[in-house]
């Protein structure tokens, strides 16, 4: 069971004191969270992708590419690469990037997001969002598993003979996430590729992420990738914890009140008992995140929410240090004694390794363009040296 953190990286008026960090300390705040997240214990962060005020993370590859610099356990990904607004060309160049200069310590969430201005702003059109993502993941996913591509579409120009580069490190593609709170098309895309299913599990009931990720399981099994139980799922969530109840309830109320997505809305009260807000000491904060493996089964990766609507940087640091020390101990062993053996862990890029290599060494390939080198597109590429 994989544990993280994620940010949508707003930059947001704190209500309590009333100030507004500059984007630049958002950014650098947002850095030092994540390599303090690997130090309390965490396995993987996430950064959301925006091209907007009030948001920051317009490139998750170069914020990302930093954090992994900096660390040496923790995995990082995003929560989402845009599918449909970005070029999948670009996108297969981007995260095989860092998946080379992470070593590997990397994966990816792929979904349209929630922007709907963002369309327009890229060249395409929102009414197409879903076949557009559906399009662009069947590009993808190809160029990450063939040297050399030709491909027609509907929504950009043809392919003829190209070679996307770098390679994936160690010929395995990255892992694929792909999110949706409301989609039944990308549930069963993620199904039929094998990929991973992520519920954003954050302002809905646990029976609204359900249905999709029971739907998910289902055609996992139907494609023949395992038993829909195996199947790899990932939970989304917020928590607000500190060491008695009350203090957590007090001290996240005005950020709650104020925040631009649920403010001004249901009351505390009414969302912590209505979603899967956790709110209160250490112990509740397990207690019901306990609830969600008892609702949807076994699953791979949980992420958590904590630093948004303006919270200030030590507050969030708090958190972390918290859930850390206090939640995650408890939560791997309780899930990790409910499991079912045949459940698998999610996702690595060693474990992706094995099941490609085995017990031989992995090799570097080299790109192999069999139409045209990849300077001049003259004559073949015939060098056929791979490394390692």
Request: hydrophobic share 35%.
């Amino acid at each position: 069971m994989e544990f993280g953190l994620f940010s949508v990286s707003d930059v947001t008026r704190d209500p309590v004191s009333g100030e507004t960090p500059s984007e630049g300390a958002r950014i650098r705040n947002l850095v030092t969270q994540a390599v303090f997240s690997e130090e309390a214990g965490f396995d993987v962060y996430a950064i959301g992708e925006h091209h907007n005020p009030p948001f920051v993370s317009s490139s998750p590859t170069t914020l990302l590419a930093t954090i992994a610099a900096k660390t040496t356990r923790l995995k990082v990904s995003t929560s989402t690469t845009l599918i449909t607004t970005n070029d999948p060309v670009k996108i297969a160049e981007d995260y095989a990037m860092l998946q080379h200069l992470s070593d590997g310590r990397m994966d990816l969430m792929l979904g349209r997001g929630n922007t709907a201005p963002v369309y327009p702003w890229f060249g395409q059109d929102i009414r197409q969002g879903l076949p557009l993502a559906l399009e662009n993941y069947n590009l993808l996913h190809r160029l990450w598993r063939e040297d050399v591509v030709d491909f027609e579409g509907s929504f950009r120009t043809p392919l003829n003979g190209f070679t996307s580069t770098p390679r994936p490190l160690h010929g395995v593609p990255p892992f694929v996430w792909h999110g949706s709170i409301r989609t039944p098309e990308i549930a069963e895309q993620a199904a039929y590729y094998g990929n991973g299913y992520f519920a954003n599990h954050i302002f809905w009931p646990s029976e609204h992420s359900l249905r999709l990720v029971n739907f998910y399981r289902q055609r996992y099994e139907h494609y023949g990738h395992g038993l829909a139980k195996q199947a790899i799922v990932g939970l989304g969530g917020q928590a607000f914890v500190a060491r008695k109840s009350q203090e957590a309830w007090d001290r996240f109320r005005p950020y709650f009140n104020e925040a631009p997505v649920y403010g001004h809305g249901p009351s505390l009260e009414e969302f912590v008992s209505q979603t899967p807000l956790s709110v209160g000491s250490p112990q509740e904060i397990i207690e019901k995140t306990l609830t969600f493996q008892e609702t949807f089964g076994d699953y791979q990766r949980q992420m958590f929410l904590v630093d948004h609507a303006g919270m200030p940087h030590s507050m969030v640091m708090e958190q972390i240090e918290l859930l850390g020390s206090e939640v995650l101990p408890v939560l791997r062993k309780e899930l990790e004694s409910r499991r079912d053996p045949e459940v698998p862990d999610a996702p690595t890029h060693e474990s992706l390794v094995r099941a490609r290599y085995g017990d031989t060494p992995p090799r570097e390939p080299r790109p192999r363009a069999n139409r045209g080198d990849n300077v001049t597109g003259g004559s073949p590429y015939l060098d056929t040296y791979q490394e390692g």
